[in-house]
């Protein structure tokens, strides 16, 4: 079984979060306007963290797959004009998601339900692109010092760790749960998610429960 990398972890936790947003807005009641104003909450966390998820990838990880030997320059363009739609579907669902939230109405939830799962499909594409074409090209250079350093900066793009590490293990699936405990050690784990992401876990976990 290939090894599941943190970049597809974070696409796991992406996917996880679109689909329960979707999920949470056709099911919404009518009128109740503390769950609308979750699920906005809720969704503009999902959407920060992957703004600066593909911020990072934008500034370090495509300018590093341009300097492989052998890799089509093609390829980080695509990645750059895939991000650059993405962008514009999570605009649009954004917008959609305001509009319900200043109703708190099922017929802006459906409408907000739609966008956001219009911005799935979008992101859904390029998570498939980017690990098919890409992470088989990246992972034979884990070890190498050059890769490394884009580690190195891409830790310093996720915003607030705690409010990370918890978002990303909020619903993990089993699997993706093992990968990640393979990558990070279990204290330091749960200093960033239960200590220092506490916030999180009040202000936006209570969402899905």
Sequence with gaps: MATITMNEIIHAAVRRDLARTEAALRSFPDGDRSRAEGIK?????LSQTL????????EHVW???RTLGGVDPALADQMEAEHAEMAAALHRA????????ASAGSASAEAAAESVAAASG??????????QAVMPLIVPQMQTPEWKAVEKKLRGSTGEAGAFFA?????????????????VPAPVRFVLSRVIGRGYHKEIAPVWR
């Design 51 to 58: 703004h600066d998820h593909h911020v990072g990838e934008d």
């Design 94 to 101: 954004s917008a959609a998601m305001n509009e319900f939230v």
């Design 122 to 131: 979008v992101t859904a594409r390029h998570l498939d692109h980017e690990e």
């Design 63 to 65: 300018p590093y797959l």
């Design 167 to 183: 978002w990303l293990q909020d619903g993990m699936a089993p699997e993706i749960a093992t990968a990640l405990a393979g990558t």
């Design 41 to 45: 909450r809720a969704w503009d966390f």
